[in-house]
Nanobody
Framework: QLQLVESGGGLVQPGGSLRLSCSPS?????IGWFRQAPGKEREWVSC????????NYADSVKGRFTISRDSAQNTVYLQMDSLKPEDTGVYYC??????????????????WGSGTPVTVSL
């Protein structure tokens, strides 16, 4: 069973930055980030292809978040800049062994991390 280890969450002021990391225990195709704000449904944030060539983003984070993949370290990063209070939530890393690039459909993802909390507040 593939495992995903996330890290990097925390408390940051509006306008600040955080970098999340996700390290799968084995090979995967697409890796994506999702988030769930308190009292809201989980939403897709971003996704990256196996070699890192292709990426996509939700409109709400486009231009502020950057997803990248270090194949040597087998780690995916989510650099989050210009953070807003509405970015607050638990961020989940998810991996697919069926699609090379996810676009927000939870059903494409076969493995999920336990989540790392991000709080954007003064």
């Amino acid at each position: 069973q593939l495992q995903l280890v996330e890290s990097g969450g925390g408390l940051v002021q509006p306008g600040g930055s955080l970098r999340l990391s996700c390290s799968p225990s084995g090979f995967t195709l697409a890796i994506g980030w999702f988030r769930q704000a308190p009292g809201k449904e989980r939403e897709w944030v971003s996704c990256i292809s196996p070699t890192g060539t292709f990426t996509n983003y939700a409109d709400s984070v486009k231009g502020r978040f950057t997803i990248s993949r270090d194949s040597a370290q087998n780690t995916v990063y989510l650099q989050m800049d210009s953070l807003k209070p509405e970015d607050t939530g638990v961020y989940y890393c998810a991996a697919s062994n069926t699609v090379p690039l996810c676009n927000g459909d939870d059903n494409d993802m076969n493995y999920w991390g336990s989540g790392t909390p991000v709080t954007v507040s003064l």
